[in-house]
């Protein structure tokens, strides 16, 4: 069985930055792509980023330019770089992985939150 788990969520005033963490650990597994999404209070869970197994990466239009997306394959971990952070980009933060040959696994989200 393999998990998923979130980390490097927190507090940070607008403007700054805040980097999140996602391992994914289990027995016998091979990540094809991995994602990140958010949901805010009220709001429907939405899709942030993707990279894939060789590195391709793309980002929702709200943090294009301002999130990066990265991946270590060998330690199947990936990390979100959140920059110039604002208020709405507060949310809980969930990384996706798909692993082969299909099968999706979520973590348990991380809160960031943005004060102004």
């Known amino acids: 069985q393999v998990q998923v788990v979130e980390s490097g969520g927190g507090l940070v005033q607008a403007g700054g930055s805040l980097t999140l963490s996602c391992a994914a650990s289990g027995r016998r597994f091979s990540i094809d792509t991995m994602d990140w999404y958010r949901q805010a209070p009220g709001k429907q869970r939405e899709w942030v980023a993707t990279i894939t197994s060789i590195g391709s990466t793309v980002y929702a239009d709200s943090v294009k330019g301002r999130f990066i997306i990265s991946r270590d394959n060998a330690e199947n971990t990936n990390s979100l770089q959140m920059n110039g952070l604002k208020p709405e980009d507060t949310a809980i933060y969930y990384c996706?992985?798909?692993?082969?040959?299909?099968?999706?696994?979520w973590g348990q989200g991380t809160q960031v939150t943005v004060s102004s």
């Open positions: 996706k992985a798909v692993l082969r040959p299909l099968a999706v696994v």
